[in-house]
């Protein structure tokens, strides 16, 4: 396949970025889209050019470090899969593709494609976890939680932090992601002794790092590699109401 | 000269750990908050270490280079973790979990280290279970378990296929509450580039931030590698692309002996190599083995679509030469029964470098439903890469590269042979001898970061707490960062033509084809030819466009696999030098008449220990003899 890409490019946080136009020929339909860049790159160094920065590390859809926006979709249009894990059978000889960061003021430009998330973790650090210290954990079967509970709160559990919901967003909002999180804990008893603060905690903290508000258009869900449903919004709605 | 002293206790096996706890120094809490410790890496040994060393009341540091702890390696485990709970009544206990590694391992580990990790394992699943880590359970409410590989018991503890991505939340949770009270420092996006020693004890390391390319330096009174392990360095593997051996060798050429380098688990069950781009080749979980039946035609060269042929021309190869465990065979055992079929020309695919994993008779025993509710996601996963539906026809799969049992050699206490910095997780070589079971990595890590080494460090760090503040001015902390500083200008200086990638590439073809799978004293010899040859090409014709101080993945990139040349060399030395074949060290001239392994437990019942004698001079080796009181040395047969 030959291609046309429209890559951003900026230097760093400050710059300006613009798009800037490379050809690929010889794409094939087998490589994933990284792999595609991976080319491009290897073309670019070889020409002793700066390669186009993006974060990957697993390529296998589960460190949750890639993610671009690809013809205005986050992890390209392909449904359910990241963006290491598109492939490029699904474009064809002579497309244009356009390719961008994350666009979200909570996620500020680093180079390229690479953005800065660190705001999720804060989110995490605020209260996502179950306060147990090593050592003082029961019998792990002394705590039966309900299969359907256990499996639901998996489901909810599997998020993988890449942010995409926050870009498909036009509000920027992180409900998505931290309500995944709420309710993995709130679904299993051992997490709910701290879910009135834990729930607190965690939307303050999104609230102050400046993601905005949910607006009920489900962009998010849509654009979701995991799948991770809108129902968890509604939970931590739910547990946030619960909470005061 | 070093000195390997292992530290291991006195007394009975089954007694050792706890007259070791009884016994080991301690710090009182006023003093642990005046003690710095370091960790690098954030993977499931890294994290559970710094969030516990962190509870206990120590000043921590952590490292990573992904942009979040989240990201560490770790994430992208699937099948599962093992523990000696017996929940099954299936006649499981400490004792058996601990054989099965010890024989699985091919008698290559040390006794001492590994019954304590099943010990251990326990206190694992219950403290994952307490932190919310969602494992699948049962009706009743129960947690549920399955098989792996090498073993006759279910004891593998699992959330579908994303166990590793669920248990290193979990420890990021903890992780995120130690950061939250202030005990836990986290430096994402930096790079580890050099160990500093003073006066012989590790104090500090120097990293590079690799937003801003600015490099610091950090001091501690004890240094922590969690830094995984060196998979990658044949390229193609089945580990998260950047993953790398840099923070273990830095320290290796400071001091740290590295032990069994050649030891290499190559993963039986992995999608096939696609196209020539291709960065990695994806895991199929081990656990698929448990309901997928492996096999390929029993006429050679058969073209036929697999569904088009009938059951009598099919070869189950595994449960015809392996009658007891049948498709549940140890890895390695797995994997050279896959390369022998596919060299004796059965292999299937374009490439004839392919087998059949077939789940026909499972969904019609078990029902589709039954079968997605286990491995939906690891179905899912293969259809997204090869667009074929397993569900409707068997996956094609390979071997690659997975799982490195080498590492730098720790002692019972986890401290490497510089005193001071300690190696936990993948990248010691304590727990696994010459080959890994499945699930047993996960349980490894965890219980060195939750449960062990936050016990033995205080044994080293009892003595420390009249050590102030380590100053970072020193001439040592100096000499580290101007020798990182020079190392990064020379990668940059030498503005050849190719990309660090393409090196890499060559290299992991050089090691996958000589000292893979199967090796023998030519191919070996050769590959050290080729290796240096190739390294001498990278040092004249690497281009690395930009400089140091920005973001510059392809100086990331070029300083690893720099370090991969010269892991190369020993990793190559040391398979030349273990004349016998072990585990997943396979040399053709030493197998039984039947193909399998011959191990020549005389001459070689030894950790191979290598101690760094300086640039340009050979290697030296040391040999920790094995000594085995509890079980006897047996031939391992699955027969
Ligand atoms: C695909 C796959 C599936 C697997 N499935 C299973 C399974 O089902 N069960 C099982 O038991 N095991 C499994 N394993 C093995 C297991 O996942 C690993 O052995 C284990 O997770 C290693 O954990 P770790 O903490 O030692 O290191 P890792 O998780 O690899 O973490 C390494 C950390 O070190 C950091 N780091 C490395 N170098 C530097 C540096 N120079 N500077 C700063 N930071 C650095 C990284 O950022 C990272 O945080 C699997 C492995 C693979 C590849
Ligand atoms: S909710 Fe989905 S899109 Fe958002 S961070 Fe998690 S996995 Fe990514
Ligand atoms: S690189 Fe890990 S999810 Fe894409």
């Keep these: 396949m030959k291609l046309t890409l429209k890559i951003w490019r900026q230097k760093d946080a400050r710059a300006k970025g613009s798009f800037v136009t490379y050809h690929m020929d010889n794409v094939s339909p087998e490589m994933s889209f990284l792999e595609m860049m991976d080319a491009l790159n290897k073309k670019l160094v070889e020409e002793d050019k700066d390669p186009v920065a993006f974060d990957h590390d697993c390529r296998e859809g589960i460190c949750g470090s890639c993610g671009m926006y690809i013809n205005g979709h986050p992890h390209g249009p392909v449904p359910g899969v990241t963006t290491c894990h598109l492939s490029m059978r699904y474009f064809n000889d002579g497309d244009t593709i356009w390719v961008e960061p994350w666009r979200a003021k909570p996620f500020p430009v680093i180079r390229d494609l690479i953005v800065d998330r660190s705001a999720f973790d804060k989110i995490q650090v605020a209260g996502g976890f179950i306060s147990v210290n090593a050592g003082a954990a029961p019998e792990a079967n002394s705590i039966p939680v309900r299969k359907k509970n256990a499996d639901e709160a998996f489901d909810s559990a599997i998020c993988i932090g890449c942010g995409a919901c926050v870009a498909a967003c036009k509000n920027a909002s992180a409900m998505l992601f931290v309500s995944a999180k709420i309710s993995q804990f709130a679904l299993l008893p051992q997490g709910r002794v701290e879910a009135k603060d834990r729930v607190r905690a965690m939307v303050e903290k999104m609230d102050e790092l400046g993601f905005g508000n949910c607006s009920n258009t489900g962009a998010c869900e849509a654009a979701c590699p995991k799948k991770i449903k809108l129902t968890n919004i509604a939970r931590l709605n739910r547990e946030y109401y619960k909470a005061y | ?639």
């Design chain 2, 1 to 639: 000269m070093i000195r390997l002293n292992s530290k291991i206790p006195d007394g009975p096996l089954a007694r050792k750990w706890t007259s070791y706890k009884a016994s080991v120094k301690l710090v009182n809490p006023a003093n642990k908050k005046k003690i710095d410790i370091i960790v690098v890496g954030t993977g499931l040994s890294g994290a559970s270490a710094a969030s516990s060393l962190g509870e206990l009341g120590y000043n921590v540091k952590v490292f990573c280079y992904q942009d979040s702890p989240r990201r560490a390696h770790s994430v992208a485990a699937q099948g599962g973790i093992n523990a000696a709970k017996n929940y099954q009544n299936d006649g499981d206990s400490v004792y058996r979990l601990f054989y099965d590694m010890i024989k699985g391992g091919d008698f290559r580990a040390r006794e001492a280290n590994v019954y304590r990790a099943a010990e251990v394992s326990n206190q694992v699943i219950d403290h994952f279970t307490a932190i919310g880590v969602p494992f699948a359970r049962d009706y009743g409410g129960t947690l549920d378990t399955r098989s792996f590989g090498g073993v006759q018991v279910s004891r593998t503890f699992y959330a579908k296929g994303q166990t590793g991505q669920q248990c290193l939340l979990g420890c990021y949770s903890s992780l995120n509450r130690q950061i939250k009270k202030g005990t836990v420092k986290m430096f994402p996006r930096r790079e580890m580039l050099d160990l500093v020693v003073i006066d012989g004890r590790a104090r500090g390391i120097i990293t590079r931030n690799l937003v801003t390319g600015e490099i610091e330096r950090h001091s501690a009174h004890a240094v922590v590698l969690a830094t995984g392990g060196y998979g990658t360095i044949y390229y193609l593997s089945t580990l998260a692309v950047n993953s790398n051996a840099s923070a273990a060798w830095k320290a290796h050429k400071k001091g740290a002996c590295f032990a069994n380098p050649s030891f290499v688990q190559i993963h039986p069950t992995c999608v096939p190599q696609l196209n020539e781009f291709q960065s990695k080749l994806t895991l199929m979980s081990e656990s698929l083995r448990n309901d997928g039946r492996v096999w390929v035609p029993r006429t050679k060269g058969d073209k036929r679509p697999a569904n088009d042929i009938p059951e009598e021309e099919r070869d189950y190869y595994l449960e015809r030469r392996y009658p007891a465990y049948g498709n549940l065979v140890p890895r390695d055992v797995g994997s050279r029964a896959a390369k022998e079929r596919c060299d004796a020309g059965y292999g299937v695919g374009d490439t004839g470098l392919a087998v059949y994993l077939d789940f026909r008779d499972a969904i019609n025993k078990q029902g589709k439903k039954a079968i997605e509710s286990k491995y939906g996601n690891l179905f899912e996963l293969y259809k997204t890469i090869t667009g074929k539906d397993p569900y409707e026809e068997p996956m094609m799969i390979y071997p690659a590269g997975h799982y490195t049992m080498g590492g730098l050699w720790v002692d019972y206490e986890l401290m490497t042979t510089i005193p001071g910095l300690y190696a936990i997780g993948e990248s010691n070589f304590s727990d696994h001898g010459a080959n890994r079971l499945g699930a047993s990595s996960l349980m490894q890590a965890a219980g060195d970061g939750y449960f062990i080494l936050p016990v033995t460090i205080n044994n080293y760090l009892a003595d420390q707490i009249r050590v102030p503040k380590i100053p970072t001015d020193s001439p040592e902390f100096e000499e580290a960062e101007k020798s990182a500083r020079e190392r990064l200008a020379k990668l940059i200086s030498i503005k050849g033509k190719q990309t660090a990638s393409s090196f890499h590439k060559r290299l992991g073809k050089i090691m996958w084809d000589y000292c893979g799978m199967t090796r023998n004293e030519e191919g070996l010899k050769k590959a050290l030819v080729l290796v240096k040859e190739l390294k001498k090409e990278f040092w004249s014709d690497l281009n690395v466009p930009g400089t140091i101080n920005e973001l510059n993945q392809e100086l990331e990139k070029a300083g690893r696999v720099a370090d991969y040349f010269e892991l190369a060399e020993l990793l190559i030395t040391d398979a030349i030098e273990r004349k016998e074949s072990c585990g997943a060290h396979f040399r053709e001239e030493y197998q039984t008449p039947d193909g399998e392994a011959l191990r020549n437990d005389k001459e070689f019942a030894y950790v191979a220990v290598w101690e760094y004698a300086g640039e340009g001079k050979p290697h030296i080796l040391h040999k920790e003899e094995l000594k085995f009181e509890e079980v006897e040395m047996k031939e391992r047969s699955y027969k």
